[in-house]
């Protein structure tokens, strides 16, 4: 089976910096996939890693280390439009292909 | 390039009752998928289909969900009957290689 973990909840300052970690256990890993979720509306996709290492893009970047099972998003130079929920998501290669899995999510509230 | 559409955006019915949900994925994607999310949830893929034959329904009810795609295109996620726990969001997405799931709306069911 699979089991994702992240935490619940986050507040950050706008203008600052903050990171989201992802951990997680799967028999056939194949990649991890950040997603944003406002509130109400449909998950919209951030980041991909598939290698260990940095993927950056803007004011986000994502880590992955797969020996440890672990991932982060960090998110830079932090914007009031930035509250959301941020879904890790790990893609298990089964017989047929990949199945998606979500993890519950992290709420991260940005503060003047 | 148009997105995922999803019908009804909101649906409300009492329990034992029956609904119907309507996607169409963007023009060209091969791999459709329904997910169910509920509050403070991750999505939970219910079921996945390849053009018009399904690779995973594993996590799906089938005493009480269904779903088709038949010309292997727009799909139909049906319940019946409903109960209260099936209350949530059901998002459908699509994609054409495995590195991106792009998601439509969603419908918002809530079982009274």
């Known amino acids: 089976g699979q089991n994702i973990d992240q935490p619940t909840e986050m507040t950050a300052t706008e203008g600052a910096i903050v990171q989201i970690n992802c951990t997680y256990q799967t028999s056939g890993f194949n990649g991890l996939f950040w997603y944003q979720q406002h509130a109400g509306e449909a998950p919209t996709f951030l980041s991909y890693n598939v290698l260990d290492g940095l993927e950056e893009k803007g004011r986000f970047s994502s880590f992955l280390s797969r020996s440890k099972g672990y991932s982060y998003l960090l998110l830079k130079e932090l914007q009031m439009k930035d509250s959301a929920s941020y879904l890790c998501?790990?893609?298990?290669?089964?017989?047929?292909?990949?199945?998606?899995?979500f993890g519950a999510g992290t709420i991260l509230r940005v503060k003047s | 390039e148009a997105g995922v559409a999803q019908s009804p955006r909101y649906k409300i019915i009492e329990k034992r009752q029956s609904v119907a949900f309507w996607c169409n994925p963007i023009s060209g994607h091969a791999t459709l998928y329904w997910y169910q999310q509920i509050l403070g949830q991750g999505p939970k893929l219910l079921i996945q289909?390849?053009?018009?034959?399904?690779?995973?329904d594993s996590q799906l009810p089938k005493d009480r969900f269904s779903a088709e795609r038949l010309k292997g295109v727009d799909s139909t996620l049906k319940i019946q009957p409903a109960k209260l726990e099936d209350s949530a969001v059901y998002l459908c997405?699509?994609?054409?290689?495995?590195?991106?799931?792009?998601f439509g709306p969603g419908t918002r069911l809530t079982v009274l």
């Open positions: 289909f390849q053009n018009n034959g399904v690779v995973d």
């Open positions: 997405a699509s994609g054409t290689s495995e590195n991106e799931q792009f």
């Open positions: 998501a790990v893609r298990d290669f089964m017989e047929y292909g990949n199945k998606l899995v």
